[in-house]
């Protein structure tokens, strides 16, 4: 898998609630229709709070709301709040950055770290507001 499932949430989170702008969102509603287990989502809806990327209002009419605009939340920005960006440092086949076998790089070295390149690249041009783009157009199919 090439996100965490804590990235992967929250991604799905971020994108749920900018569909969602014009009201509050509740935990269980994102978990309920994405079918993520409810605790774990919490966790991850609370450190985006804490990140300052949504906004959290508690109570029985509480919920979260974006904190940014759907096109400054990059997907790298998410990895890297959560701590995943290491991986797209790994070597391939070894346990270890790439960096450290600068001298005697693996056969597949070249290759993976042209295609880490364009993968992070992918990751820090994509926002939310991409993503919610393609999921209006999934949701919402044009009649024809």
């Known amino acids: 898998m090439i996100f965490s499932d804590t990235v992967r949430y929250a991604l799905i989170a971020l ?6 702008r014009d009201r509050l969102v509740k935990v269980e509603e994102i978990a309920k229709v994405h079918k993520i287990p409810r605790p774990f989502l919490a966790k991850v809806m609370h450190e985006l709070s804490k990140r300052g990327v949504v906004y959290s209002v508690k109570g ?8 940014k605009e759907p096109d400054k939340i990059t997907i790298w920005d ?17 346990p270890h950055k790439c960096s450290e076998f600068a001298d005697n790089p693996c056969i597949v070295h070249h290759k993976w770290e042209e295609l880490k390149s364009q993968i992070q690249d992918f990751f820090k041009g994509t926002t939310i507001k991409d993503l919610i783009n393609i999921e209006e157009k999934h949701l919402f199919p044009v009649s024809r």
Not at 15 to 20: D, Q
Not at 78 to 94: P, Q, S, V, W
């Open 60 to 67: 029985p009419r509480g919920g979260f709301s974006l904190a």
């Open 15 to 20: 994108a749920y609630l900018a569909l969602n």
């Open 78 to 94: 998410i990895i890297e709040l959560f701590g995943d960006a290491y991986k797209y440092e790994m070597c391939l086949l070894m």
